[in-house]
Structure formats: structure tokens, C-alpha cells
């Protein structure tokens, strides 16, 4: 049984009083059985206090994107080390956001995979089709072009979870149906296995991620090969978030 993973994208929002939201979601969550493990990718200016705060809570924190190096001349740059250290145990790598505002590729995002390994994190790496490629019948063609290229050797279900985020999904509101969804993560699912073994293919994460809300939670984390979500702008309220992990109660 895989135990599903709900993990909050703060993107670029958030501050210093952002933490009300923390102890919030902390209290909206304590004393519930614990169906799933919570995680929540601040700015990295964040995380260091959030970490502190949060000594004696199941929310764990991670980065939402690293260097590939450990150290050195990368200006405005954080290495995957700098994560760790600040408290965070995940790290977030090849967000679309990312690949289209800074022009990351396939083998970028494997780099930095291999770096997160580095600094001891957990790397969620997230792929998705754009909204062209939907329409023009390649989803499958580019979600195994991704995954093929981006996925490091020596993957496991304790250091690899995947994200699929259609990128047309991402704060649109839109979502693909279920049956869509449920395509492609069982694609994903058979890459994993074909390509990593049973054992190893069978157990990895795969998020699903794009406009889940606290009223679509439900139904698409029920879908088949969906171990939890990837939340954007609904990870931002405690109370938004909080009613999308109460969909493992
Ligand atoms: P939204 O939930 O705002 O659509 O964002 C999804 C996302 O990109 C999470 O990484």
C-alpha cells in the first residue's frame, strides 16, 4: 500500500506572517488520523522559520526547485544543501513553471534530481503536457519523452515521487476528467514498472496536480494511480488545504 502524499506549492507567495497558515494548518490537522503525509513547499525564505515552528508536526517542508551544484558563482541560485540545512526534506524539480520561465530541459531537471539526492531530499519531479500538445494527441508522446529523460538512474520509491501536472490545468480551474487522469497515471505507473522493475515501478508516487480545490479533492484523488496531489493556489489557506488532506479521511 503506498501511503498517499498531499504537498502544497506555495510558488512565489508568502511572507513572514504567512506563518498564521502554518499554525493553522497545523491545528486544522492535528489529531486526525494520519491517512497521508503533508508537505509544504514555501520560498525558501520560509523555511528555515517554518521549520522551527514546526518541530512537532507531521507537516514536513521542501524547496521548489535547487541548483545542481552544492556551492559557487549562481546568483540568486539555492543549492539543494541550503534546502536541507534550512529543514527542508523534499525538493521540487522541473515544475513547468520552471521549464517555460527558465527555459529548463528534460536533462536539467535530471541534474537537479541528482543534486536533491545529494543534500539527502526526496525529489518530486513533475511533467505535463501543454495544452497544444493535448489537442494535437501527444500527451502520452511527451509525458514518456519526460519521463525518460528526466528520471535519474537509481530511482526508488524512497527518493523519486512523480507530479503529472497537465500545464493547462495549472490555476485555470480546468481539470482533465477523470478518466483522463486516470490514462495517464497508469501510464506512468507502467513506465515506472518497465523501466525501474515491479518492486520499485509499483511503489513510487504519482501526484496528480493542476486545479485540485477542496470540491474536486475527493474524485481525483480517488482515481486509480493517484497517491495524492500537488496543490497550488489552493495550498495557500490552511482551511482550502486542510479540506483537501481531509479527503484521505
Ligand atoms: P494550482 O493548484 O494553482 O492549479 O497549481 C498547481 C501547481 O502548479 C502545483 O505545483
Redo the contacts with the bound molecule.
Sequence with gaps: MIKPLVAG?WKMNGIAKSATQIINLNDGISGRSANCDVLICPPSTLIMAFSNMLKDSPIMLGGQDCHKNETGAHTGDIAPEMLSDAGAQYVIVG?SERRMDHKERDKDVCEKAQAGWRAGLKVILCVGELNGERSADLTLNVIERQLKNSIPEGSTPENLIIAY?PVW???TGLTPTTKDVEQVHSFIRNYLISSLGAEKGSNIKILY????KPNNAKELMSVPNVNGA?????SLKAEDFAQIIAAYE
Excluded: P, Q, R, T
Excluded at 500537488?230 to 489552493?234: D, E, H, K, S
Design positions: 506549492n515544475h501536472e490545468a495549472i490555476g496536480g493542476g486545479s485540485v500537488l496543490v497550488g493556489g489552493a
